[in-house]
């Protein structure tokens, strides 16, 4: 009787990939809050849809995000950053325009230039996904 695999195939490997990941907002500016907290999440579902990644979970803090995403080894973390954080922008700026600039009068900012990046590695998986769902 064979169990079910949790490594995913491609063409030539095969793999399995998770981290945890955190984006802070900008000056730790508790944004993510109301319809604002509502949109960013499904824009980044909307986001992982159209991607080569999926994100099992996510959760919002006032003043962050945190993921557990899958990936395949052809993406490296900072392409996978990068699409979340300027697609993520640019949409949330386009819908609340008028609270970002209040906070971010200077430039279309939402997101702080860095990250947190964590591979899961031997962890497992439901520990780091229970302590992302505890966030917040």
Known sequence: MSQKSNYQSTNHSKHYLKCHLIFVCKYRKAMLVGQLNDDVKRIFLSIAENSDFEIE???????????LIRYIPRLSIVQIVRRLKQ?????????????????????KLLWSDGYFVCSIGEASPETVRQYILSQG
Request: hydrophobic share 35%.
């Open 57 to 67: 979970v996510m959760e919002t803090d006032t003043d962050h995000v945190h993921f």
């Open 87 to 107: 697609e993520s922008t640019r949409q949330l700026w386009l819908l609340h325009g008028k609270i970002l600039r209040k906070q971010y009068w200077y430039q």
